[in-house]
Nanobody, 118 residues
Framework: QVQLVESGGGLVQPGGSLRLSCAASGISFSMYAEGWYRQAPGKQRELVAHITSAGSTNYADSVKGRFTISRDNAKNTVYLQMNSLKPEDTAVYYC????????????WGQGTQVTVSS
């Protein structure tokens, strides 16, 4: 059974920092690309940051220079370090694991709420 479990969300003031974690089980984690997505109320889910199995990263323009995605294959965990948070970063953040090998394998976590407010 595949599980992706996010943690680290919460309430933070503008300018503050949070680190999200996503622990995976039931998959060969190192073979998967990992992504962090977010969905704000009334908006579509959007890609925030992505890291390939080889460690290459890319970011949404809105978070470049503020967010950093990383992975620890020994711990089957992907992280999202979020600095200089803004109210517009408020959303539910979801972890995604994806692999394409003959067919596509795609898994989602349950989400963790991040609220940026004074």
């Amino acid at each position: 059974q595949v599980q992706l479990v996010e943690s680290g969300g919460g309430l933070v003031q503008p300018g503050g920092s949070l680190r999200l974690s996503c622990a995976a089980s039931g998959i060969s984690f190192s073979m998967y690309a990992e992504g962090w997505y977010r969905q704000a109320p009334g908006k579509q889910r959007e890609l925030v940051a992505h890291i390939t199995s080889a460690g290459s990263t890319n970011y949404a323009d809105s978070v470049k220079g503020r967010f950093t995605i990383s992975r620890d294959n020994a711990k089957n965990t992907v992280y999202l370090q979020m600095n200089s948070l803004k109210p517009e970063d408020t959303a539910v953040y979801y972890c995604n694991a994806n692999r394409i090998r003959l067919i596509e394998y795609n898994y989602w976590g349950q989400g963790t709420q991040v609220t940026v407010s004074s």
